[in-house]
């Protein structure tokens, strides 16, 4: 029992911990600065070259042709709203009820195979689900479509969504199910107006994720929605999207075009991030709960 | 329903609600009588988990208008006991529960649950009221959720269950307030007021102060004593003193078996079974 004085005395490789210490954090910090700088150098590159073509004209006028200088992308930037609306309107619905299954009722075989599906589903590299979309609508219809468009970036939202949507019920504490359920409220309100509704806030941002992943989106969009030069916002006729444009422009020899793809690209950021913006306002808790 | 009317402040649709649950009353008059100071019977009553039993052969008559605590040691199937007269077991994968439960004489293990639980409401051994809502949005959840949407009405309703739950003063000036804001024990009674606005006629209590401090649980056995006139109350304790102060009978529980079941006095003063006697006394558990 002589070696308590050990145990509180200071030990004899301290010098080996505390730079093993430091060391670790030093690494933690450079792997973190290493994350933030592709981003901060994205945001600052984007800026530099594309604000200086921003003016009124690119959100007014149409692409002009080669040689002419000015002209916009105004059909582009409503074709992509369209389009990501297209695709909202399949996969957000979709994702969050097929999350609300697999995470409430997932007693059954048939939810895991839900999950297993969407876990491959996300894996799918988009332009297969662009094929894809391409062999079931464009095909039948003889045409590029937004439709067909709209469709292939619905597909590609589902899986996240119903991944986010997923996770974060679970995350809901089960007193909170029974308390609504020992209310003698049924199962489907309390999955929709306390479960759903506790969670909604990180559902919010997983939605937000995938939109703002179909919004960049080029691969899908080139065998469904196209494209196109002209006004056009029928959603059965082909249809011009900012990345798409931002494609045809940076590929292009031309020098005024350049500086209009570096635009588009500025844009797009700049949508993704009002949108972001928007939806974070409009579905703000009241209670402050993130 | 004779005991039911001389209770005092009955909410008027209660009237009604009884006789949905006991449709059989008025034709066997003989039975009439008994049955209806029974709140809850259990014949045979057990439940399993993963086809283990966690509560075997459970028969009990608890009195209307009294209230019932049901003390055991832990895992010993008190809370399996009380979930089950709600139904809430179905929620949980792999259970079974067979036996009867009869509330008010009616069967009810063939019932549809929803209907069930809005006349046997239950209150949580944590204070759990809805995240997302107010304190007004929580009392009245129940009924908003089940489609009753007359403003007006709400106003009444929540200050009626706030004021009935011992609250109201503390927090009348801000129902629209977070309900977290509020304090543990007050949450509590928010949860409690939030399941006496659907008019429950059984409330079922599982350990509702072993989160709380000695003043909250104060008051909360206050509220439990209050009630007694107009519920039936079916309360989960691991706190002996708390059975023997709130309580009318008591049930002992071991390892999924009913060991005793009489009135809380002698229970705790003079028991049958020489098992009940050392866990009252502290010699086990």
Known sequence: MSTPAKIYGPPKNLARRKFTNSLMITLCVVAGVVTILPLLYIFFYTTKSGLSSVNIDFFTQLPKPVGESGGGMANAIVGSIILIGLGSLVGIPVGILAGIYVSEYSKSIVSTIVKFTTDVLSGIPSIIVGIFAYGIIVLPMKRFSALAGGFALGI???????????????????????????????????????????????????????????????????????????????IDQPMAALPLQIFSYAISPYEEWHRQAWAGAFVLIFLVFVVNLLVRYVTRSKYGAS | ??????????????????????????????????????AVQTESLSVFFNERPAIEDISLKLRR????????????????????????????????????????????????????????????????????????????????LNGKRRNSELDEIVERNLKHAGLWEEVKDRLKAPALSLSGGQQQRLCI?????????????????????????????????????????IIVTHNMQQAARVSDSTAFLYLGKLIEFSKTRRMFTNPKEKLTEEYVTGKFG
């Open chain 1, 156 to 234: 590609l939202m589902i899986p996240t969504i119903t991944k986010v949507t997923e996770e974060m019920l679970r995350l809901v504490p089960q007193t909170l199910r029974e308390a609504s359920l020992a209310l003698g409220v049924s199962r489907w309100k309390t999955s929709l107006f306390v479960v759903l509704k506790t969670a909604s806030s990180g559902i919010i941002t997983g939605i937000l994720l995938a939109i703002a992943r179909a919004a960049g989106e080029t691969a899908p969009l080139l065998f469904t929605s196209f494209g196109n030069s002209f006004w056009q916002t029928s």
């Open chain 2, 1 to 38: 329903m004779e005991l039911r009317n001389e209770s005092v402040k009955m909410p008027e649709a209660a009237a009604d609600d009884t006789e949905i649950l006991n449709p059989d009353h008025d034709q066997d008059d003989a039975e009439t009588d008994k049955a209806s100071k029974i």
């Open chain 2, 65 to 144: 208008n009294r209230v019932t605590a049901i003390i055991g040691p832990s895992g010993c199937g008190k809370s399996t006991f009380l979930r089950a007269l709600n139904l809430m077991h179905e929620m949980t994968p792999k259970s079974r529960v067979i036996g009867r439960i009869r509330i008010h004489g009616k069967d009810i293990t063939s019932s549809s649950s929803v209907d069930v639980r809005k006349k046997v409401g239950m209150v949580f051994q944590k204070p759990n009221p809805f995240p997302t809502m107010s304190i007004y949005d929580n009392v009245v959840a129940g009924l908003r």
């Open chain 2, 193 to 233: 007021s939030r399941t006496i606005a659907v008019n429950p006629e059984i409330i079922l209590m599982d350990e509702p102060t072993s989160a709380l401090d000695p003043i909250s649980t104060a008051k909360i056995e206050e509220l439990i004593y209050n009630f007694k006139s107009e519920y039936s109350i």
